[in-house]
T-cell receptor, first 115, second 114 residues
Framework: AQKVTQAQTEISVVEKEDVTLDCVYETRDTTYYLFWYKQPPSGELVFLIRRNSFDEQNEISGRYSWNFQKSTSSFNFTITASQVVDSAVYFCALSGMDSSYKLIFGSGTRLLVRP | EAGVVQSPRYKIIEKKQPVAFWCNPISGHNTLYWYRQNLGQGPELLIRYENEEAVDDSQLPKDRFSAERLKGVDSTLKIQPAELGDSAVYLC????????????FGNGTRLTVT
C-alpha cells in the first residue's frame, strides 16, 4: 500500500529564515509521481511541483527547491529566505499504479512565518 | 483561466438533513474529483470522473453519498442523510487528462453537521 508521512505537524520560523519540510513515502511501484501542494488560509490547494520516480534531479524554482532521494524514499521541500506569505499548510502527495493513480496525501505541515 | 468554482462556501445543517455541493471545473478539464478533508488531515478521494463516467468511487460511502456529473461538466455531490461525522471540507478538483496530471482545486465547501 502507498503511504506518505509528513512528520512535522507545525513549523514556526522568523521571516528570512530557511525552512525544510520533510516528506517520506512508501510504495511498491517502480513508476510513481510525487507532488507538493500549498494550502493557504483561503482553502484551495495550489499545485507546486510534480516529479516522476525516474528523475532524481533536484529542482529549484525561485526561493523553492526540492530534494528527491529514492535511496531514503524522501522528497523534501526547502523554502529559502521565507516570507510571511509562505505561511500555509503544505502537503506532499504520491500517485502510482499501486493506488490506481489515486493521489495519496500526507497529513500536511503547517508553516507559520513570523515577521 | 477561471479556476474551479464550488458552492456553497459554507453549510451548516442538522444531522439527518440532506445537503448538496456543486462544482464547476476548469473549462476543458475532462477529469473531475471530489475529495473530503477532515480537520488536520490531507484530502482523501471520494470519487473521480472521467467525462460523465465515475471511474473510481471505491471510497464513496454509497449508503448516504451520491454524485453525478451530467454532460461531463458540472458535478453535484449529495449527502442524505448527513451524520455528525460528515463534518469536513469537501474539495472539488479537475485536471486535463488522467494519470498524474496536476490537479486544480476549488476553495472547498466547509460542512458543519450539528
Amino acid at each position: 500500500a502507498q503511504k506518505v508521512t509528513q512528520a512535522q505537524t507545525e513549523i514556526s520560523v522568523v521571516e528570512k529564515e530557511d525552512v525544510t519540510l520533510d516528506c517520506v513515502y512508501e510504495t511498491r511501484d517502480t513508476t510513481y509521481y510525487l507532488f507538493w501542494y500549498k494550502q493557504p488560509p483561503s482553502g484551495e490547494l495550489v499545485f507546486l511541483i510534480r516529479r516522476n520516480s525516474f528523475d532524481e534531479q533536484n529542482e529549484i524554482s525561485g526561493r523553492y527547491s526540492w530534494n528527491f532521494q529514492k535511496s531514503t524514499s524522501s522528497f523534501n521541500f526547502t523554502i529559502t529566505a521565507s516570507q510571511v506569505v509562505d505561511s500555509a499548510v503544505y502537503f506532499c502527495a504520491l500517485s502510482g499504479m499501486d493506488s490506481s493513480y489515486k493521489l495519496i496525501f500526507g497529513s500536511g505541515t503547517r508553516l507559520l512565518v513570523r515577521p | 483561466e477561471a479556476g474551479v468554482v464550488q458552492s456553497p462556501r459554507y453549510k451548516i445543517i442538522e444531522k439527518k438533513q440532506p445537503v448538496a455541493f456543486w462544482c464547476n471545473p476548469i473549462s476543458g478539464h475532462n477529469t473531475l474529483y471530489w475529495y473530503r478533508q477532515n480537520l488536520g488531515q490531507g484530502p482523501e478521494l471520494l470519487i473521480r470522473y472521467e467525462n460523465e463516467e465515475a471511474v473510481d468511487d471505491s471510497q464513496l460511502p454509497k449508503d448516504r453519498f451520491s454524485a453525478e456529473r451530467l454532460k461531463g461538466v458540472d458535478s453535484t455531490l449529495k449527502i442524505q442523510p448527513a451524520e455528525l461525522g460528515d463534518s469536513a471540507v469537501y474539495l472539488c478538483a479537475s485536471s486535463f487528462g488522467t494519470d498524474n496530471s496536476p490537479l486544480h482545486f476549488g476553495n472547498g465547501t466547509r460542512l458543519t453537521v450539528t
